[in-house]
Protein backbone atom coordinates (compact mmCIF):
# COMPACT_ATOMS: atom_id res chain seq x y z
CA UNK A 1 0.00 0.00 0.00
CA UNK A 2 1.29 3.11 -0.84
CA UNK A 3 2.77 5.53 2.16
CA UNK A 4 0.60 8.36 0.88
CA UNK A 5 -2.63 6.46 1.37
CA UNK A 6 -4.80 7.87 3.82
CA UNK A 7 -5.32 7.13 7.64
CA UNK A 8 -8.86 6.10 8.97
CA UNK A 9 -8.93 7.55 12.36
CA UNK A 10 -11.39 6.42 15.22
CA UNK A 11 -11.95 9.62 17.58
CA UNK A 12 -14.03 9.03 20.56
CA UNK A 13 -16.38 12.57 21.45
CA UNK A 14 -17.49 13.75 24.85
CA UNK A 15 -20.47 11.97 26.62
CA UNK A 16 -22.43 15.45 27.29
CA UNK A 17 -19.59 17.65 28.14
CA UNK A 18 -17.97 19.43 25.68
CA UNK A 19 -14.67 19.51 27.75
CA UNK A 20 -13.85 15.97 27.78
CA UNK A 21 -13.22 16.45 23.57
CA UNK A 22 -9.37 16.24 23.82
CA UNK A 23 -6.93 18.21 21.89
CA UNK A 24 -5.73 15.71 19.91
CA UNK A 25 -9.46 14.89 18.74
CA UNK A 26 -9.85 18.54 17.67
CA UNK A 27 -6.79 18.05 15.73
CA UNK A 28 -8.45 15.53 13.55
CA UNK A 29 -11.59 16.36 13.84
CA UNK A 30 -10.21 19.92 12.23
CA UNK A 31 -8.01 18.06 9.99
CA UNK A 32 -9.86 14.94 8.49
CA UNK A 33 -11.36 15.02 4.64
CA UNK A 34 -14.33 13.72 6.09
CA UNK A 35 -16.00 12.94 9.38
CA UNK A 36 -18.36 9.75 9.06
CA UNK A 37 -21.34 9.82 11.40
CA UNK A 38 -24.83 7.76 12.27
CA UNK A 39 -26.39 10.83 12.78
CA UNK A 40 -25.05 13.99 10.74
CA UNK A 41 -27.21 16.15 12.74
CA UNK A 42 -26.14 15.27 16.06
CA UNK A 43 -22.62 15.64 14.69
CA UNK A 44 -23.38 19.39 13.76
CA UNK A 45 -24.47 19.77 17.09
CA UNK A 46 -21.77 18.84 18.85
CA UNK A 47 -19.28 20.47 16.69
CA UNK A 48 -20.96 23.91 17.90
CA UNK A 49 -21.39 22.97 21.25
CA UNK A 50 -17.22 21.89 21.42
CA UNK A 51 -16.47 25.05 19.36
CA UNK A 52 -15.18 23.06 16.27
CA UNK A 53 -15.84 24.90 13.12
CA UNK A 54 -16.55 22.28 10.39
CA UNK A 55 -14.39 22.34 7.71
CA UNK A 56 -15.17 18.62 6.39
CA UNK A 57 -18.26 17.26 5.43
CA UNK A 58 -20.09 14.99 7.63
CA UNK A 59 -21.08 11.75 5.75
CA UNK A 60 -23.59 9.24 6.94
CA UNK A 61 -22.35 5.68 8.75
CA UNK A 62 -24.77 3.49 9.83
CA UNK A 63 -25.67 -0.29 9.54
CA UNK A 64 -27.93 -0.02 6.65
CA UNK A 65 -25.81 1.92 4.98
CA UNK A 66 -22.10 0.58 5.56
CA UNK A 67 -21.79 -1.93 3.39
CA UNK A 68 -22.07 0.03 1.02
CA UNK A 69 -20.39 2.43 1.81
CA UNK A 70 -17.00 0.78 2.20
CA UNK A 71 -15.78 0.94 -1.57
CA UNK A 72 -16.29 4.81 -2.05
CA UNK A 73 -14.62 5.35 1.34
CA UNK A 74 -11.57 2.63 0.76
CA UNK A 75 -11.09 4.50 -2.66
CA UNK A 76 -11.02 7.90 -0.74
CA UNK A 77 -8.25 6.16 1.81
CA UNK A 78 -6.56 5.74 -1.36
CA UNK A 79 -6.26 8.62 -2.63
CA UNK A 80 -3.95 9.97 0.50
CA UNK A 81 -7.32 11.37 2.28
CA UNK A 82 -8.13 10.90 6.13
CA UNK A 83 -11.11 9.84 7.20
CA UNK A 84 -12.53 10.22 11.03
CA UNK A 85 -15.08 7.85 12.29
CA UNK A 86 -17.28 9.45 15.75
CA UNK A 87 -20.10 8.26 17.85
CA UNK A 88 -22.89 9.77 18.57
CA UNK A 89 -21.26 10.11 21.90
CA UNK A 90 -18.29 8.28 23.28
CA UNK A 91 -16.43 5.64 21.58
CA UNK A 92 -16.89 4.38 17.97
CA UNK A 93 -17.71 0.95 17.38
CA UNK A 94 -19.30 -0.35 20.71
CA UNK A 95 -22.32 -1.12 19.77
CA UNK A 96 -21.92 1.63 17.06
CA UNK A 97 -21.63 1.06 13.47
CA UNK A 98 -17.95 0.58 12.30
CA UNK A 99 -16.34 -3.22 12.59
CA UNK A 100 -16.39 -3.74 9.25
CA UNK A 101 -14.92 -0.90 7.79
CA UNK A 102 -12.01 -1.64 9.96
CA UNK A 103 -11.58 -4.93 9.02
CA UNK A 104 -11.21 -3.72 5.48
CA UNK A 105 -8.95 -1.82 6.02
CA UNK A 106 -6.53 -3.86 7.97
CA UNK A 107 -6.93 -6.08 5.27
CA UNK A 108 -6.43 -3.12 2.51
CA UNK A 109 -3.34 -2.56 4.95
CA UNK A 110 -4.45 0.98 4.97
CA UNK A 111 -3.68 3.03 8.92
CA UNK A 112 -6.30 2.65 11.22
CA UNK A 113 -5.36 4.41 14.72
CA UNK A 114 -7.51 5.40 17.46
CA UNK A 115 -7.70 8.63 19.00
CA UNK A 116 -9.36 7.29 22.72
CA UNK A 117 -11.01 9.73 25.08
CA UNK A 118 -14.76 9.28 26.78
CA UNK A 119 -16.20 5.99 26.91
CA UNK A 120 -19.57 5.41 28.89
CA UNK A 121 -19.18 1.68 29.49
CA UNK A 122 -16.02 2.84 31.48
CA UNK A 123 -17.16 5.74 32.75
CA UNK A 124 -20.17 4.21 34.18
CA UNK A 125 -17.57 0.91 35.42
CA UNK A 126 -14.82 2.90 37.05
CA UNK A 127 -17.94 5.42 39.17
CA UNK A 128 -19.76 2.48 40.29
CA UNK A 129 -17.87 0.82 43.10
CA UNK A 130 -18.79 -2.71 41.35
CA UNK A 131 -15.94 -5.10 41.23
CA UNK A 132 -13.77 -3.52 37.67
CA UNK A 133 -12.19 -6.81 36.88
CA UNK A 134 -13.40 -8.91 35.03
CA UNK A 135 -16.31 -7.13 33.18
CA UNK A 136 -17.85 -7.59 30.01
CA UNK A 137 -19.18 -5.58 27.71
CA UNK A 138 -22.69 -6.47 26.25
CA UNK A 139 -23.71 -3.77 24.03
CA UNK A 140 -27.56 -2.96 23.37
CA UNK A 141 -29.42 -6.22 24.51
CA UNK A 142 -31.39 -7.83 21.31
CA UNK A 143 -34.79 -6.19 21.27
CA UNK A 144 -36.71 -9.29 21.12
CA UNK A 145 -37.59 -9.99 25.23
CA UNK A 146 -37.44 -13.94 24.04
CA UNK A 147 -33.68 -13.50 23.64
CA UNK A 148 -33.10 -11.79 26.80
CA UNK A 149 -32.73 -14.96 28.89
CA UNK A 150 -30.61 -16.83 26.77
CA UNK A 151 -28.07 -14.03 26.44
CA UNK A 152 -27.69 -13.72 30.14
CA UNK A 153 -27.68 -17.72 30.83
CA UNK A 154 -24.39 -17.50 28.34
CA UNK A 155 -22.57 -15.30 30.84
CA UNK A 156 -24.01 -16.60 34.09
CA UNK A 157 -21.30 -18.88 34.82
CA UNK A 158 -18.68 -15.86 34.72
CA UNK A 159 -17.55 -14.52 37.73
CA UNK A 160 -18.02 -10.31 36.23
CA UNK A 161 -19.56 -7.63 36.34
CA UNK A 162 -21.62 -7.26 33.11
CA UNK A 163 -22.38 -3.82 31.30
CA UNK A 164 -25.04 -3.12 28.44
CA UNK A 165 -26.91 -0.22 27.26
CA UNK A 166 -30.60 -0.40 27.56
CA UNK A 167 -33.54 2.34 26.69
CA UNK A 168 -36.18 3.18 29.79
CA UNK A 169 -39.13 1.46 28.10
CA UNK A 170 -37.10 -1.87 27.90
CA UNK A 171 -35.34 -1.65 31.19
CA UNK A 172 -37.59 -2.96 33.36
CA UNK A 173 -38.35 -6.04 31.28
CA UNK A 174 -34.45 -6.40 30.95
CA UNK A 175 -33.92 -6.53 34.97
CA UNK A 176 -36.66 -8.91 34.68
CA UNK A 177 -34.88 -11.53 32.67
CA UNK A 178 -31.57 -10.64 33.98
CA UNK A 179 -32.98 -11.75 37.20
CA UNK A 180 -34.49 -14.87 36.18
CA UNK A 181 -31.09 -16.23 34.92
CA UNK A 182 -28.58 -14.50 36.86
CA UNK A 183 -29.98 -14.41 40.74
CA UNK A 184 -29.13 -11.90 42.98
CA UNK A 185 -26.46 -9.28 42.00
CA UNK A 186 -26.31 -5.54 42.51
CA UNK A 187 -27.12 -3.20 40.02
CA UNK A 188 -26.16 0.11 39.08
CA UNK A 189 -27.74 2.21 36.59
CA UNK A 190 -25.89 4.89 35.09
CA UNK A 191 -28.01 7.83 33.65
CA UNK A 192 -26.79 11.30 32.57
CA UNK A 193 -22.94 10.48 32.36
CA UNK A 194 -20.46 13.85 32.77
CA UNK A 195 -24.01 15.89 32.34
CA UNK A 196 -25.45 18.15 35.10
CA UNK A 197 -28.30 15.75 35.95
CA UNK A 198 -25.53 12.55 36.42
CA UNK A 199 -27.29 9.66 38.56
CA UNK A 200 -26.00 6.56 40.24
CA UNK A 201 -28.76 4.19 41.15
CA UNK A 202 -28.43 1.43 43.18
CA UNK A 203 -30.49 -1.77 43.69
CA UNK A 204 -30.29 -5.62 44.67
CA UNK A 205 -31.40 -6.88 41.06
CA UNK A 206 -33.63 -9.31 42.38
CA UNK A 207 -35.67 -6.35 44.04
CA UNK A 208 -35.74 -3.25 41.48
CA UNK A 209 -37.64 -0.32 42.33
CA UNK A 210 -40.40 2.05 40.21
CA UNK A 211 -38.19 4.04 37.88
CA UNK A 212 -38.57 7.26 37.17
CA UNK A 213 -39.97 9.26 34.59
CA UNK A 214 -36.51 11.15 34.27
CA UNK A 215 -34.87 8.20 33.16
CA UNK A 216 -34.84 9.12 29.02
CA UNK A 217 -32.21 7.91 26.82
CA UNK A 218 -29.74 4.98 26.49
CA UNK A 219 -29.15 3.71 30.39
CA UNK A 220 -26.10 2.28 31.36
CA UNK A 221 -26.69 -0.60 33.22
CA UNK A 222 -24.34 -2.73 35.87
CA UNK A 223 -24.40 -5.94 36.83
CA UNK A 224 -22.13 -7.04 39.41
CA UNK A 225 -20.76 -10.59 39.95
CA UNK A 226 -22.65 -13.28 41.09
CA UNK A 227 -23.40 -13.62 44.63
CA UNK A 228 -23.60 -17.36 44.31
CA UNK A 229 -20.11 -18.57 42.13
CA UNK A 230 -21.92 -21.59 40.25
CA UNK A 231 -24.76 -22.93 37.55
CA UNK A 232 -26.85 -25.35 39.43
CA UNK A 233 -26.27 -28.10 38.50
CA UNK A 234 -28.79 -30.44 36.10
CA UNK A 235 -29.34 -32.61 39.18
CA UNK A 236 -30.03 -29.94 41.31
CA UNK A 237 -32.68 -28.59 38.91
CA UNK A 238 -34.26 -31.49 37.63
CA UNK A 239 -35.00 -32.55 41.74
CA UNK A 240 -36.92 -29.38 42.03
CA UNK A 241 -38.15 -29.55 38.61
CA UNK A 242 -39.68 -32.64 40.63
CA UNK A 243 -40.52 -31.52 43.89
CA UNK A 244 -42.31 -28.62 42.12
CA UNK A 245 -44.46 -30.70 40.00
CA UNK A 246 -45.22 -32.89 43.34
CA UNK A 247 -47.17 -29.59 44.43
CA UNK A 248 -49.07 -29.64 41.32
CA UNK A 249 -49.61 -26.65 38.94
CA UNK A 250 -49.29 -26.09 35.09
CA UNK A 251 -46.34 -26.11 32.57
CA UNK A 252 -45.51 -22.18 33.31
CA UNK A 253 -46.21 -22.38 37.26
CA UNK A 254 -43.79 -25.19 37.51
CA UNK A 255 -41.16 -23.66 35.53
CA UNK A 256 -41.78 -20.35 37.68
CA UNK A 257 -41.41 -21.68 40.59
CA UNK A 258 -38.07 -23.81 39.32
CA UNK A 259 -36.76 -20.64 38.11
CA UNK A 260 -35.00 -19.35 41.61
CA UNK A 261 -33.75 -22.35 42.49
CA UNK A 262 -32.10 -22.56 38.58
CA UNK A 263 -29.24 -19.95 38.75
CA UNK A 264 -28.09 -19.71 35.30
CA UNK A 265 -30.29 -21.43 33.35
CA UNK A 266 -33.15 -20.10 30.94
CA UNK A 267 -36.83 -20.57 31.13
CA UNK A 268 -36.25 -22.68 27.50
CA UNK A 269 -33.80 -24.71 29.41
CA UNK A 270 -35.69 -26.00 32.45
CA UNK A 271 -38.47 -26.48 29.45
CA UNK A 272 -35.69 -28.16 27.68
CA UNK A 273 -35.02 -30.47 30.74
CA UNK A 274 -38.51 -31.22 31.01
CA UNK A 275 -38.99 -32.93 27.66
CA UNK A 276 -35.31 -34.55 27.71
CA UNK A 277 -36.36 -36.44 30.67
CA UNK A 278 -40.46 -37.25 29.62
CA UNK A 279 -41.65 -35.42 32.49
CA UNK A 280 -45.18 -34.66 31.43
CA UNK A 281 -46.79 -31.84 33.19
Same mark, same amino acid.
Given at each position: ? %? ?18 ? %? ?17 ? &? ?17 ? %? ?41 ? &? ?10 ? @? ?10 ? /? ?15 ? !?? %? ?33 ? @?????? @??? /? ?37 ? !?? &? ?30 ? &? ?18
Amino acid at each position: M %SLNSGTLWIVATPLGNPGDL %SPRAREILATAHAVLTEDT &RRAGLLFARCGLALHAPLL %SFHDHNEKERLFPLLEELRLGRDLALISDAGTPLLSDPGYRLV &RACRAEGFRVSP @VPGPSAPLAALC /ASGLPPLPFVFLGFLPR !KN %SEHEALFASYAHLDATLIFFERKNRLLASLLAAAT @VLGRRQ @VCL /ARELTKTHEEFLFFPLDSPPALSDGLRGEITVLLGPPEE !KE &RASREAVLARIVREIDLGGKAREVIRRVRPHA &RGWSSKEIYDLVRSRAISL
